[in-house]
């Protein structure tokens, strides 16, 4: 774990905000498909436009060749002359004749000028069309004689410049609504986050107890405000815990430690070499202890860190009875009845962890003891948790002093010569942190009950 | 004795090559885990001594892969203060002893010495035979001159791991080790410290004299020629 006050910058956002750039990619893609959609219209409603056209072209040519049906060649182009020639006088229904002779135009509404192009199927495309209309369609018709007969009708463009016409200007207005709600949503939204990012410098600063805003609403970023609190309020609890405990730990080495260079000065200074030697055995005896003393405190934070993956089932009442066996002969050699009763509790945890807890537990029972006492362990279900109790019949702890019998290096005030680093109990708590359980303290009347409720494991059938 | 040392620090190391050294054994070092996993599949160690972290293969996995490639050498490990959790890795990966740093030389003597003997004593003896003390291993029985001695049965296991071990110091670590070895927590010094004297006040009232001596600082004996 490094943590750097003084390191000089706060992580900021270096680039285009994501929001802005995901507005942007939003935007963007709305357009393509606005576009894509309306091309997609306009290509159907012009196929459906052309099919149409090409219906009508078709029945009319039957009803002209039924018209000028039979006869000499020059009788048909006669005829043919009368039908073009009246189409003239008739209203505009889109309706446009060519008739030619020997490659001239001789009568028609399609002038010598426009363009033809040849299609699918026979079909002509009429370009430069009189009367407005750009574009038509047609089919030639052979009359006999050198004479040919286009038959053919103007297209109706209209629907389809409409449609691109009011496409384009819902497009324009899209964009324009994009343009103006977007910066203010996306703003409203990086003030949000801005809210946390403050929050975390804060923190960074070294404001430890800065938390950020908005964690009550019901969205997202409510979500993410809470969880980034969460973690505050873990790290500010594991700042203090920390702070005191290199506190006490200063305080309580500092006497060990002191002892221990004293002696070794004394070995240095010694007359002769077996003094000396004395000397240094003492010394490094003391070192053991503040090596033990090291030891205990590592495994706490140890069992602090540990991650839930590490969980594995197991049966609580199993466990501690594996600490109470271990701890039988210490209770006879107490003087100290060790009564214990059980019944199937399944957790989640991990067992070498687990068996330490009750360990630790069984064995400050034991050793506040008074000789002929009974220390009870029990293992129970209750309401969902599973519950292991070890009861003494000692001095109890008196209720203003409970809350300091988990922290580390607390003893009490009357154990005297009872040996012990003050750090069983701490452990306990470590350890119970870890398995998510509760601990309790009440009194026995006389003595000290104390309660460790864990989560109750149901496992799963067929597991 | 030939021991192969699994240790990256310098100074670590040196200690290590001296204590065994000092002994009259011969030490191989390496400083990589791939090196010595090499050297322990290729020749016949001894025991080998494992440092949890060093550079490239780390210890636990080097010896979770001589154990799968059937290398059933004794291996002590060796780990940094205060790690309980690695302690019960380095046991489940397959590791015979462990020893966290620092340590004594004569404790890490003691215990490369324990697993030596533990590794050649070829066939468990029926009775271990210390002078006028009979420890009969098959019956959990032990007799001072011919008259039964009670025990429990933890206080027996003690005798049993003292007796294989006699003339040998061996520490509480050890005796934990050998006795609790199901439980994979650190040793419960007052555990330890109550079944030993347990044990040895009734030796000692049914021989008169204490059978089970004391080395300071450094564990307990028990002597071949008790009388």
């Given amino acids: ?463 | 004795m030939r021991v192969l040392l699994l240790e990256d620090d310098d100074d670590a190391a040196e200690r290590v090559i001296q204590a065994i050294s000092g002994a009259g054994g011969q030490v191989d070092r390496h400083a990589r885990g791939e090196d010595a996993l090499k050297a322990a599949a290729a020749e016949a160690y001894d025991v080998l001594i494992l440092d949890r972290m060093v550079e490239g293969l780390d210890g636990l996995t080097t010896l979770k892969r001589l154990r799968a490639m059937d290398v059933q050498t004794p291996a002590l490990f060796l780990s940094n203060l205060g790690q309980s959790r690695s302690r019960v890795e380095g046991l489940d990966a397959g590791g015979d002893d462990y020893l966290a740093k620092p340590f004594d030389n004569e404790e890490l003597l003691a215990r490369v010495n324990a697993l030596l003997r533990r590794s050649r004593r070829e066939a468990h003896p029926d009775v271990i035979v210390l002078g006028d003390l009979e420890v009969r291993i098959k019956a959990r029985t032990v007799h001072w001159r011919g008259a039964h001695v009670d025990l429990s049965p933890k206080e027996f296991e003690i005798l049993k791991y003292l007796a294989e071990n006699h003339d040998q110091i061996v520490s509480r670590q050890m005796i934990w080790n050998a006795v609790w070895p199901e439980y994979r927590i650190p040793p419960q010094i007052n555990v330890i410290d109550v079944n030993l004297s347990r044990l040895r006040s009734k030796l000692e009232a049914a021989a008169g004299s204490p059978l089970v001596e004391t080395v300071r600082k450094q564990g307990f004996v028990i002597r071949s020629d008790l009388a």
């Fill in chain 1, 1 to 463: 774990m490094s943590f750097d006050p003084t390191s000089p910058e706060p992580p900021r956002a270096r680039g285009p905000s994501a929001f802005l750039r995901l507005a942007a990619i939003y935007v963007a893609a709305f357009a393509v498909s606005g576009v894509l959609f309306v091309a997609g219209a306009v290509h159907l409603v012009s196929s459906k436009n052309l099919e149409r056209t090409q219906a009508l072209i078709l029945a009319d040519r039957e009803a002209v060749l039924d018209k000028i049906d039979g006869g000499s060649p020059e009788l048909r182009f006669g005829k043919a002359m009368a039908i073009v020639l009246a189409r003239g006088a008739r209203p505009d229904d889109g309706r446009v004749y060519r008739l030619e002779r020997g490659g001239m135009v001789a009568a028609g509404d399609i002038p010598a000028k426009a363009v033809l192009t040849a299609r699918d199927g026979g079909w002509l495309t009429i370009r430069g069309l009189e009367g407005g209309r750009a574009r038509g369609l047609a089919l030639r018709e052979s009359l006999g004689g050198g004479a040919t007969l286009l038959i053919g009708r103007a297209y109706e463009d209209e629907l389809q410049t409409e449609l691109v016409s009011t496409a384009a200007a819902a497009l324009a207005l899209a964009a324009l609504a994009a343009l103006l709600v977007g910066p203010w949503a996306s703003g409203q939204i990086l003030k949000r986050v801005q809210a946390v990012n403050e929050a975390c410098d804060r923190v960074r600063a070294g404001d430890f107890s800065a938390r950020a805003p908005g964690a009550e609403a019901r969205d997202e970023f409510g979500a993410l405000a809470g969880h980034v609190n969460a973690m505050l309020e873990r790290i500010d609890g594991l700042v203090v815990g920390l702070r005191d405990v290199s506190n006490r730990i200063a305080h309580d080495l500092r006497t060990p430690m002191a002892r221990l260079r004293s002696d070794l000065e004394a070995a240095r200074d010694a007359k002769d070499l077996k003094e000396a030697r004395r000397l240094t055995s003492v010394a490094i005896a003391e070192t053991d202890e503040i090596l033990e003393t090291f030891s205990a405190l590592l495994d706490i934070a140890e069992a602090e860190a540990g991650a839930d993956a590490g969980l594995e089932a197991l049966m609580l009442d199993d466990a501690a009875e594996a600490a109470v066996d271990l701890y039988q002969a210490v209770a006879d050699d107490a003087g100290v009845r060790l009564v214990f009763e059980r019944e199937p509790c399944p957790i989640l945890g991990e067992r070498s962890l687990v068996i330490r807890l009750a360990a630790n537990l069984i064995d400050n029972a034991i050793k506040f003891s008074p000789r002929g006492g009974t220390v009870q362990v029990r293992v129970e279900q209750a309401d969902g948790w599973a519950r292991l109790t070890v009861e003494d019949q000692g001095p109890g702890v008196p209720e203003a002093e409970r809350e300091q019998v988990w922290r580390r290096f607390t003893r009490g005030r009357d154990v005297g010569s009872t040996p012990g680093h003050g750090l069983g109990l701490a452990l306990v708590a470590a350890v119970a942190k870890r398995h998510g359980a509760r601990i309790e303290l009440e009194d026995a009347r006389p003595g000290l009950r104390m309660r460790v409720r864990f989560p109750a494991f149901a496992p799963t059938p067929g597991m």
